[in-house]
């Protein structure tokens, strides 16, 4: 798993013989990313991702995939206890924004 910008830089960690398999959700960034690197042994998912799940295999969860980079990891969802803690936090932030600005005199508020 790896976001098609950072394919260059991390395809060097996989072996120069290993083919390589691209898919996107419905294949069609699958097929960019392998007509990018025709060098390698490289195929393109048909009808990607959600074809795969259609015909009933199984989805990794892309940390074991020797492409992934840590850093492109997507994030789990946040529960819906936290988005409720996030949207608390937001709403009493809003609440006194307005007064820190005119104290901090950053911003001219005009009646």
């Given amino acids: 798993m790896a976001r098609r910008s950072s394919l260059a830089r ?3 960690r996989v ?8 898919t996107s959700a419905d294949g069609r960034l699958g097929r960019l990313a392998a007509a ?3 060098d390698r042994r490289v195929w393109a998912l048909s009808g990607g991702t959600a074809a795969w799940r259609k015909s009933g ?4 969860t892309g940390s074991d ?3 992934l980079d840590p850093a492109e990891r997507i994030p789990a969802p946040l529960t ?18 307005v007064a820190e600005l ?10």
């Fill in 57 to 60: 295999r199984s989805v990794g």
């Fill in 102 to 111: 005119q104290r901090d005199g950053l911003v001219s508020f005009v009646d």
């Fill in 10 to 12: 991390t395809l060097v």
């Fill in 80 to 97: 819906l206890e936290r988005r409720r803690a996030n949207l608390h936090w937001y709403i009493a932030w809003g609440d006194t924004i």
């Fill in 15 to 22: 072996d120069d013989g290993s083919e390589i398999v691209f």
């Fill in 36 to 38: 990018e690197h025709h």
């Fill in 65 to 67: 995939q020797h492409a």
